[in-house]
């Protein structure tokens, strides 16, 4: 994954084979950064097919922000829901339930930063 540079790495995203995030089908995350590399947060490149979700989740020890790269989503905070464009950001503070839906007719591309890594 990626090469090592100097005080650094160089990672292609398009190189990373995202996995399906089950239980929520259509649903893909590919880790780019992370715990299993050593570093303080986690770095995911997301996509959600049409019509599907990452359904409400909490994470107790860590806060996660999204942002949305192309596509319409619907986020959930707490008992918000939140409508979402490209270029928007949801942050997510810790021990907060939260979800994304694609609402859109393609499929929605995002990143997401989990500090500390999930």
């Given at each position: 994954?990626?090469?090592?540079?100097?005080?650094g790495a160089i990672i292609?995203?398009a190189d990373v084979k995202?996995?399906?995030?089950?239980?929520?089908?259509?649903?893909?995350?590919?880790?780019?950064?992370?715990?299993?590399?050593?570093?303080?947060?986690?770095?995911?490149?997301?996509?959600?097919?049409?019509?599907?979700?990452?359904?409400?989740?909490?994470?107790?020890?860590?806060?996660?922000?999204?942002?949305?790269?192309?596509?319409?989503?619907?986020?959930?905070?707490?008992?918000?829901e939140v409508p979402l464009?490209?270029?928007?950001?949801?942050?997510?503070?810790?021990?907060?339930?939260?979800?994304?839906?694609?609402?859109?007719?393609?499929?929605?591309?995002?990143?997401?930063?989990?500090?500390?890594?999930?």
């Amino acid at each position: 994954m990626g090469r090592h540079i100097e005080g650094g790495a160089i990672i292609d995203s398009a190189d990373v084979k995202g996995e399906e995030y089950l239980p929520n089908r259509g649903v893909f995350l590919a880790g780019l950064l992370g715990r299993a590399r050593g570093d303080g947060f986690g770095l995911y490149r997301g996509r959600i097919e049409p019509g599907k979700e990452i359904a409400r989740e909490v994470h107790e020890g860590s806060s996660e922000t999204v942002y949305i790269l192309a596509g319409r989503a619907l986020g959930f905070v707490g008992d918000q829901e939140v409508p979402l464009e490209p270029g928007q950001v949801m942050h997510v503070e810790k021990n907060t339930p939260h979800g994304l839906r694609n609402v859109g007719d393609a499929a929605l591309e995002f990143l997401v930063i989990g500090h500390p890594d999930f």
